[in-house]
């Protein structure tokens, strides 16, 4: 897995960045396809007739939703940015649902995070924790924090926005309005439309922003909510940032299908009574093997060939102009350059991934200005990524005396100048640091795994979803 010191190839702006991190979990971030796009239309409305005031708005809207018997929706959140330059990005719409029958039955999909109570029993997974779902005692009453009860679980469903979804804080919080949005005095705008239907709007400034309610004149179920904004614009430093969730499909006091309340464990998974964070990462499946055929060619015409290197411990080091930790990297490469550039046993190159329209000089100009003496090869036709499964930059890719893969490492390494010495020696005296690897990985497996083991729900003894729940309940 790719570390947070390596490079993909730019192709979108850093704004879309923010926007993939404003929506992702803390430790492992959501996929976010994102496109220049423009908010759904909303028509002002004359206010005409006052109707009720913003502080009876909200009040109404409370106590609608603290007495709604069974509520479900099929929602989406919205983000939008705009850097210091002027430039807009908006995200695609990323899809949320609740369904929920008082007192304890719910269903919810929020980011990464899926749960689902049916009154005896709690529980959750999170899509990037493959084969892991949460089991915890369904309680009696449930609240914004029982439905959340392990901190990755929470991670996953709020993303860096750390908001729940607002439609679970009205339907389970005492004070709903305040969590949302703040004390702050409300305030009542000019209606509007949202997807034809007219809408109440109340404004309430709070902390970290304004928090706006559209709550739909008719059913009095809030349409859509525009999240306080402020601290988050802060954070990322953005001209403006807009965050909003809109609930379109939301109906309420309707016959739910018990079929909403069950939970599918998927086959293999393990229930337990607490989530882990991801195990350990496998190793590059190319380790111990020798890669297919490939060829380089050198800044001076001449190829490089996979069939050159052997008999030797060849260092292929993957680079890009555009790739600031590559650069970061540097000096520690040239010092290991400098310790056995006399070896005639060892080779080492600096792979240039840049495409062809980048010229020979602008490289060697790179280099020179990085004080780098490192052979530079070029890697034009990318015959790197299929061969050698590079995939991030800097990856760093070493070959043993038998042409096998024994190290691969993606990502800048601080210490390089220590490791890699080490590493070349050792692959000069005949070690197999790939069956070192591959044997240090499945011992971390087996102890991870042995770590899940120790906090299994139950799941192997046969017993109900009531039985576990009970036993849960008493071991905490």
Known sequence: MPSRFTTRRPTHSNLFTLI?????????????????????????????????????????????????????????????????????????????????????????????????????????????????????????????????????????????????????????????????????????????????????????????????????????????????????????????????????GARAGKSIAPAAFQFAVPEGAKLLKRLFPPGPAPPSPLLGRSPEDFTFVGLDGAPVKREDLKDKVAVLDMWATWCGWCFKGFPNLEKVYQQFKDNDKVVILAVSRDEATITDATLRDAFNAAHVTVPIVRDAQQTSEKVLQVQVLPTMVVLGIDGTVQVFQMGYEPELAETLPKKIDELLGGANLAQQELDRYQEALKAYDAELDKELAHADSGEGPAEIARKSAAEQ
Not at 87 to 106: G, T
Not at 136 to 158: G, H, N, Q, V
Not at 176 to 189: D, E, F, R, V, W
């Open 20 to 248: 993939v991190l404003l929506a992702a979990c803390a430790w492992l971030p959501y996929q976010l396809g994102c496109q220049q796009s423009t908010p759904t239309p909303t028509a002002a409305i004359s206010a005409g007739d006052q109707g009720p005031s913003a502080a009876k708005l909200l009040e109404n809207l409370t106590t609608k939703y603290q007495d709604l018997a069974s509520y479900e929706d099929a929602g989406e959140l919205h983000l939008k940015l705009e850097d210091r330059n002027g430039q807009q990005q908006e995200s695609q719409p990323i899809p949320l649902s609740v369904a929920f029958e008082r007192p304890n039955k719910i269903r919810v999909h929020s980011l990464q995070a899926s749960i689902v109570a049916d009154g005896q029993q709690l529980r959750a997974s999170v899509e990037s924790l493959e084969n892991q779902v949460l089991v915890r005692p369904c309680p009696e009453r449930l609240t914004d924090k029982s439905l959340f009860p392990d901190p990755m679980l929470a991670d996953a469903a709020r993303g860096q926005i750390d908001a729940t979804l607002p439609q679970l804080v009205m339907l389970l919080e005492e004070n709903p309005i305040q969590k949302l949005a703040g004390s702050g005095t409300p305030k009542k705008l000019e209606d509007a439309e949202l997807h034809g239907d007219k809408c109440y709007r109340v404004a309430v400034e709070g902390p970290e922003g304004t928090g706006v309610f559209w709550i739909d004149a008719n059913d009095g179920l809030m349409r859509k909510f525009e999240f306080p904004s402020d601290a988050l614009r802060k954070k990322f430093d953005v001209a403006k940032c807009s965050i909003w969730a809109e609930f379109s």
